[in-house]
């Protein structure tokens, strides 16, 4: 590594040092970690059943709205890109999860359906959904999981609108 280079990953570095002194960018960090162990614990969780966090979500949805969904509103639903949705959609239909149907008259409507064996699964992971929520939030009071639910809204509506 020449010492130009090495300069400037040193400035870089000092900048990241001085970001983490503020109160805002440890909170955000402090947000990604809290959500990326969540995850990772409801993973682990689901191995079992060769479905992640995201799979689960997709099914609970399609139960939510009677079993069908457009594959469009279910990617708003989920708030992630169209490629993440296309790809646990993938999973879920390998396993025959789920079904993805062409509609309309161009057949560029797609729409998702839950099949018998994704409705089974969804219902064994429903006890798991309950403790998921239980263990993640024993460690606050009920006042500080509304106070915390009401800041995390507010981020959230925050950073939705920015991203219009």
């Excluded at 169209?82 to 008259?105: D, F, I, M, P, Y």
């Amino acid at each position: 590594m020449n010492d130009s280079f090495g300069r400037e990953i040193q400035l870089v570095k000092d900048e990241l040092g001085r970001q983490s002194q503020d109160w805002a960018v440890e909170a955000n960090h402090l947000i990604f970690h809290a959500a990326n162990a969540l995850e990772a614990y409801v993973n682990k969780n689901h191995l079992k059943y060769g479905v992640s966090q995201r799979g689960i979500a997709i099914l609970h949805l399609l139960v939510e709205n009677d079993g069908k969904l457009p594959q469009k509103r279910l990617t708003r639903l989920l708030n992630r890109t169209k490629q993440a949705v296309t790809s646990a959609l993938a999973n879920l239909e390998k396993r025959h999860l789920v079904v993805r149907e062409e509609g309309g008259r161009d057949h560029r409507r797609r729409s998702v359906r839950i099949t018998e064996e994704g409705l089974k699964i969804a219902q064994e992971c429903l006890p798991l959904r309950k403790q998921f929520y239980l263990t993640f939030m024993s460690s606050v009071s009920r006042e500080e999981g509304q106070q915390l639910s009401a800041v995390l809204n507010k981020l959230s509506k925050k950073v939705i609108a920015g991203m219009k």
